[in-house]
Structure formats: structure tokens, C-alpha cells
């Protein structure tokens, strides 16, 4: 299995604060990796695809970066919309595996 | 729009069989990889399985055993059935599309517990 780790497993930040999420892979996944948000109740929400390929729709202050076994989510301005947990997601192997999720909290 | 609809019993008894459908409307349901998901209260995200469009499937070695995925692409829908359940199965369950590239397309969800 390929083990996903993310950090810090939950934060506090302000509304315009820069954020950054890790993702560290046990081994390298090349570009195959994916990141979500979940709002408390709701299903999750793909955000970068590909380690840094923005979905449709989403706003242009996520940008996702990195390759092999390190990657970063960041959020350039936290809204106060973007309270959440973040979950990373490999898509290398035939076993998909997700990182443990961050929770972004309001300070 | 792509929409997800997952349905099935809320309850089911330790040792008997989980049984969810996901009916997927406005696309089809071919070409894609069309996945099961869970998520125990309070915890994180579980990938249960995959199933192709041609029926081919993917399992998670650590449900493999009790597992089975089939999909009726006449019908635009699959299914899950997880057997010999277990209060660990407990979970919101979750089908989701797979387009090779991340889950584009999510369902609502639904509660499932176990228990007597």
C-alpha cells in the first residue's frame, strides 16, 4: 500500500491568511495525486487533480504544487468559506489511498 | 450535469450483507471508473473498490474478501454489497466518479449502520 501523510493534521488561521497543506507519499506516485475539501455534512469537493491542475470551477486562490513523494496544497487568501478538512488522495496505484485530512480551523 | 444517487437500507444486522446502489443521471455511465467510498463518524475517507464501465474491478485488499461491485450500464447504475458485516462497517457510504484523474463527481452519501 502506498501510505499518505499529511500535516499538520489540523490548523488555526485568519480570514486572508496564506495556508499551506503537506502530503508526503511512502513511496513516489509521479503527478498522481489529488486534494479535496469536505465540509462537515457534504461530500467532498476535488480541488486539484494531477498535483496541480485546478478543477473546474474551483477558485483560482487553490493552487496545488509537487511531484514524486512531496506535494503542497495552498490557499493564497483563506475565505471564510474555506474552513474545512483537506484530504489528499493518491491515484498511482490500483489502491486508491487518502491522506489522513487537515482541518483548517478559524483562529 | 453529472449527479450521483446513492440508496440502500439504512440498517442492516451484524453478520447479514450491505446492499447499496449508485444511480447515476445526466451522463453515462461508460468509460469511466464509478467507486465506493466510506467514511466512519468523525473519521477519514476509506476506498472501498472500483468497477469500470466493461465490469472490470478493483477492491481494497483489506475489504477484498467481503466485497463484490457489478454495474448494469443499461440502467446507469452499480452496486456494492459488502457481506458478514460487522458495528465497524458503521459509515456514510459514498459512490463517486473516476475519470483517471481524481473524484470529479460525488453522491450525497448515506448512513449506514450496523447493528442489531
Known amino acids: 500500500d502506498i501510505q499518505m501523510t499529511q500535516s499538520p493534521s489540523s490548523l488555526s488561521a485568519s480570514v486572508g491568511d496564506r495556508v499551506t497543506i503537506t502530503c508526503r507519499a511512502s513511496q513516489s506516485i509521479s503527478s498522481s495525486l489529488n486534494w479535496y475539501q469536505q465540509k462537515p455534512g457534504k461530500a467532498p469537493n476535488l480541488l486539484i487533480f494531477?498535483?496541480?491542475s485546478l478543477q473546474s470551477g474551483v477558485p483560482s486562490r487553490f493552487s496545488g504544487s509537487g511531484s514524486g513523494t512531496d506535494f503542497t496544497l495552498t490557499i493564497s487568501s483563506l475565505q471564510p468559506e474555506d474552513f474545512a478538512t483537506y484530504y489528499c488522495?493518491?491515484?498511482?496505484?490500483?489502491?486508491?489511498?487518502f491522506g489522513g485530512g487537515t482541518k483548517v480551523e478559524i483562529k | 450535469q453529472v449527479q450521483l444517487q446513492e440508496s440502500g437500507p439504512g440498517l442492516v444486522k451484524p453478520s447479514e450483507t450491505l446492499s447499496l446502489t449508485c444511480t447515476v443521471s445526466g451522463g453515462s455511465i461508460s468509460s469511466y471508473y464509478w467507486n465506493w467510498i466510506r467514511q466512519p463518524a468523525g473519521k477519514g475517507l476509506e476506498w472501498i473498490g472500483r468497477i469500470f464501465s466493461s465490469g472490470s474491478t478493483n477492491y481494497n485488499p483489506s475489504l477484498k474478501s467481503r466485497v463484490i461491485m457489478s454495474i448494469d450500464t443499461s440502467k446507469n447504475r452499480f452496486s456494492l454489497r459488502l457481506i458478514s458485516v460487522t458495528a465497524a462497517d458503521t459509515a456514510v457510504y459514498y459512490c463517486a466518479r473516476d475519470p483517471k484523474g481524481g473524484f470529479d463527481f460525488w453522491g450525497q452519501g448515506t448512513l449506514v449502520t450496523v447493528s442489531s
Open positions: 494531477a498535483a496541480s
Open positions: 488522495q493518491q491515484s498511482y496505484s490500483t489502491l486508491l489511498t
